[in-house]
């Protein structure tokens, strides 16, 4: 069975400093990997997805992710934070398009203004 | 942009009650899923809907649980006898076809 791993729970930082979330999963074979974002009080929203092709993903935001199939890895970065990307991130790896997606624990990231 | 759309966003239910989450997923999409979040907890799969039937469903999702697509349009998932552990964020979510999940705002889920 898949198992997806994002290693801090939580995360403070100040605006301007740079961000990486880590996030492993298991499973052997080809996965579909995203990373979503929940700000307070609103829904699950797509920053980035992976499935093929180039492994360095560009989502929303200025956030990208890069995938290292090596290291069952997909981590999310950003360069510079802004308070607004105060919010919850959650990594989630499905096996194929309409499978169900199976979701780390999530990290919670607040930015100091 | 298209959205996936929940109601109600907060429903409150004694203990034994059968609550129905409503959920309207975007409409030419063909999975439809639900998931919970228990309070300081991870996202867990609950269901997938395809084709009219269930497609996979975890361990959660026991004889208490059923999902419905009455009319084409709706996604509900009743839970028959409400228990305190059923307090949870519901989540609904649909995907079109290659591309991501599209996630509801969610019911906050109170039993009493």
């Known amino acids: 069975a898949q198992s997806v791993s994002q290693h801090n729970h939580h995360v403070i930082l100040s605006e301007a400093a740079s961000l990486e979330l880590g996030c492993n999963y298991s499973?052997?074979?080809?996965?579909?990997l995203f990373w979503y974002v929940q700000y307070p009080g609103q829904h699950l929203q797509l920053l980035l997805k992976?499935?093929?092709?180039?492994?360095l993903v560009k989502g929303i935001k200025g956030f990208e992710a890069e995938f290292i199939k090596s290291k069952f890895s997909f981590n999310l970065r950003k360069p510079s934070v802004q308070w607004s990307d105060t919010a919850e991130y959650f990594c989630?790896?499905?096996?194929?398009?309409?499978?169900?997606?199976?979701f780390g624990g999530g990290t919670r990231v607040l930015v100091k203004p | 942009e298209p959205e996936v759309t929940q109601t109600p966003s907060h429903q409150v239910t004694q203990m034994g009650q059968e609550v129905i989450l409503r959920c309207v997923p975007i409409?030419?999409?063909?999975?439809f899923y639900w998931y919970r979040q228990i309070l300081g907890q991870k996202v867990e799969f609950l269901v997938s809907?395809?084709?009219?039937?269930?497609?996979?469903k975890s361990e959660i999702f026991d004889d208490q649980f059923s999902v419905e697509r009455p009319d084409g349009s709706n996604f509900t998932l009743k839970i028959r006898s409400t228990k305190l552990e059923d307090s949870a964020m519901y989540f609904c979510?649909?995907?079109?076809?290659?591309?991501?999940?599209?996630f509801g705002q969610g019911t906050r889920l109170t039993v009493v």
């Open positions: 989630a790896v499905n096996e194929a398009a309409g499978n169900k997606l199976t």
């Open positions: 499973y052997g074979g080809t996965v579909n």
């Open positions: 992976y499935f093929s092709g180039d492994p």
């Open positions: 409409s030419n999409h063909l999975y």
């Open positions: 809907f395809y084709n009219n039937e269930i497609s996979e």
């Open positions: 979510a649909s995907w079109g076809a290659k591309t991501e999940a599209f």
